[in-house]
């Protein structure tokens, strides 16, 4: 997964959690006004928000454990391919080297 995806998932679950705070506080300031209706429209609200809060939850623990796999598999790449990850790690190095001193 790119930086980039990952960072517009990032913000979408921070704009989701503040999403949720903010109905949750609607839900406590009306919480004093009368009706049936107003007490029904509240019970559904409060029930889609504890829906969202779940499906961030789980899509926070997902996120978690693929962010987990993708490490442990570059781990064992590592370990099972020493001398090319050294390979391309220089590779790497010396091309930054190049950029850096052409930039200057």
Do not use: F
Request: proline share 1%; glycine share 8%.
């Amino acid at each position: 997964m790119s930086d980039q995806v990952h960072a517009q998932k990032e913000r979408l679950v921070a704009d989701l959690h503040a999403v949720v705070a903010e109905a949750e506080s609607l839900l406590k300031a009306t919480a004093g006004q009368a009706g049936e209706g107003a007490s029904e429209l509240r019970a559904k609200v409060q029930a889609s928000l504890d829906r969202a809060k779940r499906h961030l939850t789980e899509l926070q623990e997902a996120a978690i454990e693929k962010a987990k796999a993708a490490g442990k598999a570059t781990d064992n790449y590592v370990h099972e391919n020493p001398w090319q990850s050294i390979g391309v790690a220089a590779g790497v190095g010396l091309l930054l080297g190049m950029l850096i001193a052409r930039s200057k």
